[in-house]
């Protein structure tokens, strides 16, 4: 084949050139200049000083620091911040902080309180508890910026003692008669506990501490010794349990070593031994789990504190056996009455085990507390007296029935009777000393034939319906529940709060006349059963706690 070259061949190729070659001059016109990267000046302030740097242009306060090699602390910072580009002539400071903390210590004043004691004569006053001041520390945050401070202020403060108010009794007397009296009555007035003997115009503390909480407080049968409880000052304890001698003015007060005594701590008998029944403390309402235990520690004159004996083992307790159980020593010193939400019966320390004597419908309260009957004996030990929760015939919710009966257990033989109806849930029926009664027949009384005969005292609610926030009236009545008379306050005068009342002990050669004392308004009133004339002895409005031996 021939090849030919065209003669135009040249003249193609130029503007195909041309063409190129100003597409490279506008592309070249598009990128961007090439600038030559320059320095700035900067001034950076630190420990008191001035720097002058010379850093590429574009750097941030960081670079800064780095090209200075200056250490920055945790706590310091810069002006402005670290992330700031910097430009020509800019200043720069690093504030240097320094965090210091202290601790002070601060005195806190004790509380002067003062007490009106009804027990002391007006005019006249008693340091019953020296004050002492608390402790606190507070802990301090002191900032300093470049050696100035720039803020100091509390983060942390804790008491280490708290105070303890200083309590001083103040006597307001009022002149009531005095009368005599048998035995000695203690109560417990203002966190103290005092007695009164012979006569109610007599009276002595006993225990001044201001610290007793009266969930205990019970007279020995001989009135030589008490048993109380105090407030706990170790965390996660209710209360501890002491003793105290009370014929004398020894001032003997002994620490049992037993804490957390909430229902049941009594004397045994004729011994100078207490039984008692203790709890777990718990965070949540009530503030307990009861172990339905029972267990004996003894004292002497000498101050000796025999060690614990158990024994009944601690239980489940039933239904609501969370709440706790009860006790009331017999007479014997061998046997103690029972009562729980669920039953009354007996305990006899020489067996094992408990005998039920009732089974009781567990009242429903619907609240965080149960509902325990009591249960006491009569002086001559054949029989029991307590309350039942009794519900009507075919009752759809009998755990909830608002009837409450005083029942009499005789311990001879026989079903337990229901000798009052609708008393009340707090009725608390109390019997008398065994006295001598001329045996009545008709209308003819023998002056020479007599039989041990006594009486019952026990509250009824004024609303029986609301017995559980209804007020109450004390009655008297025959041991079988016949002659019942209501004795105390009068009519139309507001009611009693629940209690257990106390009758007067019979002492060999005392003339004194029988007499049950109650609290009432915050006083000890002594009343009458015979005739209902009461008198009140005290008049400050501060008594809790009553017990008569």
């Not at 009384?445 to 009824?460: F, G, I, W």
């Not at 016949?482 to 629940?498: H, M």
Request: charged fraction near 20%; hydrophobic fraction near 40%.
């Amino acid at each position: 084949m021939r090849l030919y070259h065209s003669q135009h061949e040249p003249k193609l190729r130029l503007p195909y050139l041309l063409a190129l070659w100003s597409i490279v001059i506008i592309l070249a016109a598009c990128s961007p200049p090439q600038v030559r990267q320059g320095t700035i000046g900067v001034n950076l302030k630190v420990d008191g000083q001035t720097i002058q740097l010379e850093i590429p242009a574009g750097s941030t306060v960081q670079d800064a620091l780095d090209a200075a090699k200056v250490a920055v602390n945790e706590a310091d910072y810069t002006q402005p911040p670290e992330y700031t580009l910097l430009e020509d002539g800019s200043e720069v400071r690093l504030v240097r902080v320094v965090e210091e903390f202290t601790v002070e210590q601060v005195v806190i004043p004790f509380e002067h309180q003062e007490v009106r004691n009804e027990s002391l004569p007006a005019g006249t006053s008693r340091l019953t508890q020296p004050g002492v001041n608390g402790l606190q520390e507070n802990t301090y945050r002191r900032v300093i910026e470049d050696g100035l401070e720039t803020s100091n202020t509390i983060v942390r403060s804790v008491i280490v003692e708290e105070p303890v108010a200083e309590i001083v009794m103040v006597g307001s007397q009022t002149p009531f008669a005095s009368m005599a009296i048998s035995g000695r009555i203690a109560y417990l007035i203002g966190g103290n506990a005092w007695v009164m003997e012979e006569t109610t115009g007599n009276r002595r503390p006993v225990v001044t501490t201001g610290d007793l909480d009266g969930q205990i407080f019970s007279l020995s049968t001989d009135g030589v010794w008490l048993v109380f409880t105090r407030y706990a000052e170790k965390e996660g304890t209710i209360n501890n349990l002491w003793a105290a001698k009370v014929d004398d003015d020894s001032d003997l007060l002994l620490d049992l070593h037993v804490s957390n005594v909430v229902h049941f701590a009594e004397w045994v008998p004729g011994l100078s031994v207490v039984a008692y029944s203790t709890v777990e403390p718990r965070n949540t309402a009530p503030g307990w789990q009861a172990n339905n235990d029972l267990s004996l520690v003894g004292v002497s004159t000498s101050g000796y504190v025999a060690e614990g004996r158990e024994i009944l083992e601690a239980n489940s307790g039933g239904v609501y056996g969370w709440w706790g159980m009860n006790f009331r020593w017999g007479s014997d010193g061998v046997r103690l009455a029972y009562s729980r939400p669920d039953s009354v019966g007996i305990l006899n320390t020489e067996e094992e085990g408990l005998n039920t004597l009732l089974e009781i419908i567990p009242l429903q309260t619907g609240s965080d507390w149960a509902w325990e009957p009591g249960a006491t004996w009569g002086p001559d030990g054949n029989v029991i007296y307590t309350v039942d929760h009794v519900a009507p015939p075919e009752s759809a919710s009998p755990e909830q029935s608002t009837r409450f009966d005083l029942v009499a257990i005789p311990l001879t033989g026989g079903a337990p009777v229901h000798i009052v109806s609708d008393v009340g849930m707090f009725s608390y029926p109390e019997p008398s000393p065994l006295v001598e009664t001329p045996i009545q027949s008709g209308d003819i009384s023998s002056d020479t034939v007599k039989e041990n005969a006594y009486h019952v005292a026990y509250l009824q609610a004024v609303f029986p319906e609301q017995s559980d926030t209804s007020p109450y009236r004390l009655v008297v009545m025959d041991r079988d529940g016949s002659n019942r008379q209501t004795i105390f306050p009068e009519a139309g005068s507001p009611g009693l709060d629940p209690q257990r009342v106390e009758w007067s002990p019979l002492m060999d050669g005392s003339d004194n006349e029988s007499m049950i004392a109650v609290i009432y308004q915050g006083n000890i009133w002594l009343v009458n059963p015979e005739n209902g004339q009461a008198q009140q002895i005290t008049g400050d409005g501060l008594t809790v706690r009553i017990d008569w031996k």
